[in-house]
């Protein structure tokens, strides 16, 4: 019996962070602009979870099921998705890396995109050419 009681307590809980976390609260409804830029806010989101409970027997002074839970989530906006042309990127609104390691992730959508350019612009096979 407790282990129900403590199992519908945790459904219950998680049921209520389901309802807060879903894709629209990570990539929030897209904006256009009047110049054809498409915004797509973007967060980040933690959250935690805890519950507890415990089943005092009849000669207990008060006998019962006793039992609690609780979540917390922190939603963190990270930045905007901006789409334009056929190509996207990210705008950061968060303050910069600290470490290199930060800084390196943080340029690596741009380094790739340049990567692409150089090979679109020099890597084809000109015509005439074996």
């Known amino acids: 019996m407790a282990n129900q009681a403590v199992s519908d307590l945790m459904e219950g809980a998680l049921d209520k962070i389901r309802g807060m976390v879903d894709s629209n609260t990570v990539v929030g ?19 935690g979870f ?13 006998p019962g099921i006793w039992g609690g839970g609780g979540a917390a989530v922190k939603m963190e906006p990270v930045g905007f998705l901006l789409a334009k042309d056929g190509g996207a990127r990210m705008l950061c609104i968060q303050p910069p890396a600290f470490s290199a390691a930060d800084r390196i992730i943080d340029m690596a959508p741009e380094l790739l995109e340049k ?3 150089y090979i ?5 096979k000109q015509p005439g050419q074996g």
Not at 29 to 45: A, E, F, K
Not at 50 to 62: E, F, M, N, Q, V
């Open 29 to 47: 409804t897209p904006i256009t602009t009047p110049d054809g830029v498409t915004l797509l806010p973007v967060s980040r989101l933690s959250f």
């Open 50 to 62: 805890a519950s507890g409970g415990s089943d005092k027997t009849a000669s207990s002074a008060k």
């Open 115 to 117: 990567i692409e350019g």
């Open 120 to 124: 679109d612009k020099y890597g084809k």
